[in-house]
Nanobody, 121 residues
């Protein structure tokens, strides 16, 4: 069984930075495409960023230039560096693992429990 555990969320002010971490256990994270999704109150879960086995990345347009996804396969950990945070970034952020380099959440098999990020104006 694969388990994903996120950490690093919190309450910050607009323009601040946060780094989220996702530790993968049960199987090496290098076996998977890793993604970050988020869900704001009253909204659906949306794609934020993904990183392939080779390090190729993709982002939703709203975070391009502000967020950066990376992975350390030796530590089985995936990161989401979030800079210049905005109130609209407030959401529960989820880490996910899958087999294809896509944005669709239905293609990701394993999910973490989520970590809350709140950005005040």
């Amino acid at each position: 069984q694969v388990h994903l555990v996120e950490s690093g969320g919190g309450l910050v002010q607009a323009a601040d930075s946060l780094r989220l971490s996702c530790v993968v256990s049960g199987r090496s994270s290098s076996s998977y495409v890793m993604g970050w999704f988020r869900q704001a109150p009253g909204k659906g879960r949306e794609f934020v960023a993904a990183i392939s086995w080779t390090g190729t990345t993709m982002y939703v347009d709203s975070v391009k230039g502000r967020f950066s996804i990376s992975r350390d396969n030796a530590k089985s950990t995936v990161y989401l560096q979030m800079n210049s945070l905005k109130p609209d970034d407030t959401a529960v952020y989820y880490c996910a693992a899958g087999d294809t380099f896509v944005r669709a959440r239905t293609d990701y098999t394993y999910w973490g429990q989520g970590t809350q990020v709140t950005v005040s104006s």
